[in-house]
Structure formats: C-alpha cells, structure tokens
C-alpha cells in the first residue's frame, strides 16, 4: 500500500461532486474523513434537525446527510455530523440584512467563507487533518513562485471559482479541489463507475435555507426593520405605482414589477431609507463600471490599472474589463456597458483562468478619474 499523503476532511453534501471528490482523493493516497455540515432549517428543532427520518428537500437537508452518510459507507470512510446551525444564522441574518439595506446578498460566497473554507478548517487541525477538500468545479494549482493560485474550473459550464474568491490566500495551500480539472458528465460517469448511489441525483438549483425558494416570505419572516408598502417611482421621481416592500425586487429585475409601461421597465436601484424602488429602461440599467468594498486579493497586488475579465454575478461569463486597486476598495472599468450591476453581489476579477481577486459590489459607476 503507497504511503498516505496525509489526512483530508471532506465536506460531503450528499451531491455526486462532493462523493466523486471524496473518492478521488482515496486513490491518489489521502486519508479521507468525511463531513457534513448540519445547518438547519428555519423554525427547525435541533431534534429535527438530527431525525434523519424526516424528508426535507433541498442542499444541507437530512435526505442529504443520509447520502452522504450512504455513500461514506460505500467508500469505507469515517464519516461525521458537524452542527453548523449556530455559526450558519450569521448567514441567514446577513442574507437578511443585506435584503433590508436595498442590496443584493450572495450567501453562497459568504458560507464558503465562513464555513467550509473558515470553520471547518478548526474541524480539520482537531482531527490532525492537514486539508479541507470540497467538490466545487474550480482548481488549486502551485505557480511558478511557489505560490498557491486559485483557477477556473476546466468545465467553465459549471465553474464555481466566483463562489471561492474570498478565501484567504493563506487558506488556499490547505484546500483541495479534486473535480476542478473534469467536467460534469465525467463525475457522473466516475460515480456510477464507483457504485455511488448519488450519480444520477439532480443538483440542488435553491438557496438551501429558503423554503420554497421564497426568499421574500423569509426576510419578511426575519427583517428587523419590516417589509412595508412603498412607491415606485421613475429617475425623475415621478410616481408610477406602489410597491409590497423593496426586499422584493433586485438591481436588474423585469418582470413583476407590476406596472403599465409602453416601453418594458427594469429596477434600477432601491432605495430603503425612502422605501422606493426606481425602474427605467434598459439603457438607464447599463453601467461603465463599478466599485467595490471588501477586497480580497489573492495575487500580488499591482499599481495603477490591470487588464483583466470580471464577472458580476454567479450565472455571468466574465467580461473584458480593466480593474484598478485602491487599499480595501478596487474599481472595474468595463470595455462595454454592463446591465444590472447589483449592490451586496461580488465581482470577481481574472486573468484567463487565474483568479486574481474580488470584492463586494458597493455601487454601479467609476470615479471621475478614472479614464
């Protein structure tokens, strides 16, 4: 038997990325311990939330835990429960908050942060794990200084880098990301090859913590400030209509706007101190640029501006644009207008495949000087 590489805590989900990751790792040597991460469910017990009998649907829910528990038996792997229900409102509150002071969360990246590549690290060094590993489609790969780069998934489909700029640059020489370098039909393939009983289940498409994908119901549920009534108005000011509450419209939104227009209306901002919600046209929506708050960069850091690719929501493919640090701020300068530039979402920054970085998004528009 090869010499082992060392001990990995593995985030299994109960989804085939995660299982496949968990399975690779085994044959490339490493001894693999296997962890699901309990969150919870809103208003859930935490009897609930260990009785494996009860069947909630959705990413992080008991059937999942019972699969990855099924599978860490086929691989013959120690396998654990971790509550994370405590540490996971930080999330649900910041998603809420986010909601109320008229911007757009990503709770996504907040819980890789926090959680999986932050929490589960302490996890890790307790059991004498050297690495957290994960099935996320991104990669981990040595540069040429020495240095640990986090890169795109080689299926760009299915790349999930923009969930993992935040991670401390320290954090990435401990971090493994065995599915980075295949593509999706390929992890299908290896799993049912395997015997895993996860190859063919669907991928979670929902906020985990969000019943019904209602994310509306549950910040009204939650908002310390309340969902009220409110108008919506044009860039001028004019009122067109009334509104439910702003938590229910983001930056970019079409339809359910649920007022009569000759020419199609989109929202542009929200306003929460007023409690209106501003629409306009499309062209109104485009931005040359943006700046940030937040940042994390996990390249050596440049002067001036850097030609780059930026990405300003999880489902956009990067765009040709031009980026520029300032401290704890950076600025992104687009070669061509984008639409819907959202507060409280993270834009992040690459050069081909390599990620250089991000922040959170703190207003659509660049400074006066920035030509």
């Given at each position: 038997?090869?010499?082992?590489?060392?001990?990995?805590?593995?985030?299994?989900s109960?989804?085939?990325?995660?299982?496949?990751?968990?399975?690779?790792l085994?044959?490339?040597?490493?001894?693999?311990?296997?962890?699901?991460?309990r969150?919870?469910s809103?208003?859930?017990?935490?009897?609930?939330?260990?009785?494996i009998?009860?069947?909630?649907?959705?990413?992080?829910s008991?059937?999942?835990?019972?699969?990855?528990?099924?599978?860490?038996?086929?691989?013959?792997v120690?396998?654990?429960?971790?509550?994370?229900?405590?540490?996971?409102?930080?999330?649900?509150?910041?998603?809420?908050?986010?909601?109320?002071?008229?911007?757009?969360?990503?709770?996504?990246?907040?819980?890789?942060?926090?959680?999986?590549?932050?929490?589960?690290?302490?996890?890790?060094?307790?059991?004498?794990?050297?690495?957290?590993?994960?099935?996320?489609?991104?990669?981990?790969?040595?540069?040429?200084?020495?240095?640990?780069?986090l890169?795109?998934?080689?299926?760009?489909?299915?790349?999930?880098?923009?969930?993992?700029?935040?991670?401390?640059?320290?954090?990435?020489?401990?971090?493994?990301?065995?599915?980075?370098?295949?593509?999706?039909?390929?992890?299908?393939d290896?799993?049912?090859?395997?015997?895993?009983?996860?190859?063919?289940?669907?991928?979670?498409?929902?906020?985990?913590?969000?019943?019904?994908?209602?994310?509306?119901?549950?910040?009204?549920?939650?908002?310390?400030?309340?969902?009220?009534?409110g108008?919506?108005?044009?860039?001028?000011?004019?009122?067109?209509?009334?509104?439910?509450?702003?938590?229910?419209?983001?930056?970019?939104?079409?339809?359910?706007?649920?007022?009569?227009?000759?020419?199609?209306?989109?929202?542009?901002?929200?306003?929460?101190?007023?409690?209106?919600?501003?629409?306009?046209?499309?062209?109104?929506?485009?931005?040359?640029?943006?700046q940030?708050?937040?940042?994390?960069?996990?390249?050596?850091?440049?002067?001036?501006?850097?030609?780059?690719?930026?990405?300003?929501?999880?489902n956009?493919?990067?765009?040709?644009?031009?980026?520029?640090?300032?401290?704890?701020?950076?600025?992104?300068?687009?070669?061509?207008?984008?639409?819907?530039?959202?507060?409280?979402?993270?834009?992040?920054?690459?050069?081909?495949?390599?990620?250089?970085?991000?922040?959170?998004?703190?207003?659509?528009?660049?400074l006066?000087?920035?030509d």
């Amino acid at each position: 038997m090869a010499e082992s590489k060392g001990k990995v805590l593995v985030a299994m989900s109960g989804g085939v990325d995660s299982s496949v990751a968990a399975a690779l790792l085994m044959e490339q040597g490493w001894e693999v311990v296997g962890v699901f991460m309990r969150l919870g469910s809103p208003g859930e017990t935490l009897e609930e939330a260990c009785d494996i009998r009860i069947g909630k649907q959705g990413c992080c829910s008991i059937n999942d835990a019972d699969d990855a528990r099924r599978v860490a038996a086929r691989l013959d792997v120690p396998f654990y429960v971790v509550d994370f229900k405590r540490e996971f409102s930080r999330i649900i509150d910041y998603f809420v908050e986010e909601y109320d002071a008229g911007r757009t969360p990503n709770p996504c990246v907040r819980c890789n942060d926090w959680l999986k590549f932050g929490r589960l690290h302490t996890h890790a060094r307790q059991i004498g794990a050297t690495h957290v590993a994960s099935g996320h489609y991104a990669r981990v790969e040595t540069g040429p200084d020495g240095e640990h780069r986090l890169l795109r998934g080689l299926d760009h489909g299915k790349d999930q880098s923009y969930v993992l700029f935040g991670a401390q640059p320290e954090r990435l020489s401990e971090m493994l990301l065995p599915i980075g370098g295949m593509h999706k039909s390929e992890v299908r393939d290896r799993a049912e090859a395997l015997g895993l009983p996860v190859f063919d289940k669907p991928d979670s498409q929902e906020i985990c913590f969000v019943p019904n994908n209602d994310y509306a119901r549950l910040v009204a549920e939650r908002s310390a400030k309340g969902v009220d009534t409110g108008r919506i108005v044009d860039e001028s000011g004019r009122d067109l209509g009334e509104h439910k509450g702003h938590q229910h419209f983001t930056v970019g939104q079409r339809r359910g706007i649920g007022i009569a227009s000759s020419i199609p209306l989109f929202v542009l901002e929200k306003r929460p101190d007023s409690n209106e919600v501003v629409v306009g046209s499309r062209d109104a929506l485009l931005s040359e640029g943006l700046q940030a708050r937040d940042v994390n960069w996990l390249v050596p850091e440049h002067s001036g501006w850097r030609a780059c690719t930026a990405r300003i929501r999880y489902n956009a493919a990067p765009v040709p644009a031009r980026v520029r640090l300032g401290g704890d701020r950076l600025e992104v300068l687009f070669e061509d207008p984008q639409a819907a530039v959202a507060p409280g979402q993270a834009v992040v920054c690459y050069d081909e495949d390599l990620v250089l970085g991000g922040g959170w998004i703190e207003k659509a528009g660049v400074l006066a000087d920035s030509d």
